[in-house]
T-cell receptor
Framework: EPEVTQTPSHQVTQMGQEVILHCVPI?????FYWYRQILGQKVEFLVS????????KSEIFDDQFSVERPDGSNFTLKIRSTKLEDSAMYFC???FGTGVNEQFFGPGTRLTVL | DQQVKQNSPSLSVQEGRISILNCDYT??????FLWYKKYPAEGPTFLIS?????DKNEDGRFTVFLNKSAKHLSLHIVPSQPGDSAVYFC??????????FGTGTRLKVLA
């Protein structure tokens, strides 16, 4: 069964450093998303991406964040200068179709900012 | 901004009995609702969804009920199995791809 994959599973970085989180969405999916979950809290929407551009973003997704689809398979989330409060699980998701339907989530990357 | 609320952080149910997980929302623009299950160290897995034009959707052991006037939805699992033990999130969308998640309910099914 096709699945969303994410690498690395755990990323440790120093405050102020840049990190790039990698995702490979399901191959025929057209819409891509990033969410995060701070430990013990709810899953929060960050950004949605379609047709090589951001279609929607939350207030969390400020200038420190960017997304890119550098080739036909990868979808990345970059945090330019990490802060302690960026420590969280980051989930990538994808979906196919023009209507609202279920998003398929990857296993997540745990980001720890020291 | 708690547009989607799951007021019970945890629930314990005996195997074979019914599990009922509840979710309330405040935004009347939400028109699509989903339930996700999440195991530790894994991403959320889609379970079942319902559009606002329906009041019930059933898939095997899982049934979701939607009460639009009360802005309330619930997930029923019958019969509950130990493998159902996980955190359950409800999520809502207002016609866009942005899902708003609740805080989750941890279900423990006791053997």
């Amino acid at each position: 069964e096709p699945e969303v994959t994410q690498t690395p599973s755990h990323q440790v970085t120093q405050m102020g450093q840049e990190v790039i989180l990698h995702c490979v969405p399901i191959s025929n999916h057209l819409y891509f998303y990033w969410y995060r979950q701070i430990l013990g809290q709810k899953v929060e929407f960050l950004v949605s991406f379609y047709n090589n551009e951001i279609s929607e973003k939350s207030e969390i997704f400020d200038d420190q964040f960017s997304v890119e689809r550098p080739d036909g398979s990868n979808f990345t989330l970059k945090i330019r200068s990490t802060k302690l409060e960026d420590s969280a699980m980051y989930f990538c998701a994808s979906t196919f179709g023009t209507g609202v339907n279920e998003q398929f989530f990857g296993p997540g990357t745990r980001l720890t900012v020291l | 901004d708690q547009q989607v609320k799951q007021n019970s952080p945890s629930l314990s149910v005996q195997e074979g009995r019914i599990s009922i997980l509840n979710c309330d929302y405040t935004n009347s623009m939400f028109d699509y609702f989903l339930w996700y299950k999440k195991y530790p160290a894994e991403g959320p897995t889609f379970l079942i969804s319902i559009s606002s034009i329906k009041d019930k959707n059933e898939d095997g052991r899982f049934t979701v009920f939607l009460n639009k006037s009360a802005k309330h939805l619930s997930l029923h699992i019958v019969p509950s199995q130990p493998g159902d033990s996980a955190v359950y999130f409800c999520a809502a969308s207002a016609g866009t791809y942005k899902y708003i998640f609740g805080t989750g309910t941890r279900l423990k099914v006791l053997a």
